[in-house]
T-cell receptor, first 114, second 114 residues
Framework: DTGVSQDPRHKITKRGQNVTFRCDPISEHNRLYWYRQTLGQGPEFLTYFQNEAQLEKSRLLSDRFSAERPKGSFSTLEIQRTEQGDSAMYLC????????????FGPGTRLTVT | AQSVTQLGSHVSVSEGALVLLRCNYS??????LFWYVQYPNQGLQLLLK??????LVKGINGFEAEFKKSETSFHLTKPSAHMSDAAEYFC????????????FGEGTQLTVNP
């Protein structure tokens, strides 16, 4: 049984460029979450999917951010026109449907915007 | 709304000493509570969870936590610290009406001295 995987692990980009991250959840998990973690802080919720439906988005998710989970399996998080303030660790987690509630996290994608 | 406060951003103990990491929560609904551990440049690993079945919860690596409703606390303890316990620890809360999103505290960095 493989855990949650994320790709890439590290991304360095120049301000104004677009970036896309991928998350592959644990295979039987139908909920998928994205969080952002800045240095010295706890993770902050961005959005989550149940199967292919995006059910909630945080106010942190500006219109430059978009997330998809087209077939209810893997998910992508795209950031358009990156800004230096987007530099952070982007964490993906998955869980079974509500009732169990523990989330299993991937290793994260560290984004550096120069 | 839910929130978590972790008292002490840095805790330092000697190897073999008791570990106590403090977490207080605020929730308008019965909470689900979690402790996660994060090693440098890695994702979060679940240590233990409280889901109302028992107030004393045992987790991995010898950690346990006690849910005290009257004190709105969920402190993490380990009787004897090991060098490998050095990491950042996060307390998190979720609730029925929050879509299972996790709200994290700011974390406590645990240092274990030889």
């Amino acid at each position: 049984d493989t855990g949650v995987s994320q790709d890439p692990r590290h991304k360095i980009t120049k301000r104004g460029q677009n970036v896309t991250f991928r998350c592959d959840p644990i295979s039987e998990h139908n909920r998928l979450y994205w969080y952002r973690q800045t240095l010295g802080q706890g993770p902050e919720f961005l959005t989550y999917f149940q199967n292919e439906a995006q059910l909630e988005k945080s106010r942190l998710l500006s219109d430059r951010f978009s997330a998809e989970r087209p077939k209810g399996s893997f998910s992508t998080l795209e950031i358009q026109r990156t800004e230096q303030g987007d530099s952070a660790m982007y964490l993906c987690a998955s869980s079974l449907k509500a009732g169990v509630r523990e989330q299993y996290f991937g290793p994260g994608t560290r984004l550096t915007v120069t | 709304a839910q929130s978590v406060t972790q008292l002490g951003s840095h805790v330092s103990v000697s190897e073999g000493a008791l570990v106590l990491l403090r977490c207080n929560y605020s929730s308008s609904v019965p909470p689900y509570l979690f402790w996660y551990v994060q090693y440098p440049n890695q994702g979060l690993q679940l240590l233990l969870k409280y889901t109302s079945a028992a107030t004393l919860v045992k987790g991995i690596n010898g950690f346990e936590a006690e849910f005290k409703k009257s004190e709105t606390s969920f402190h993490l303890t380990k009787p004897s610290a090991h060098m490998s316990d050095a990491a950042e620890y996060f307390c998190a809360v979720s609730g029925e009406t929050s879509g299972s999103r996790l709200t994290f505290g700011e974390g406590t960095q645990l240092t274990v001295n030889p």
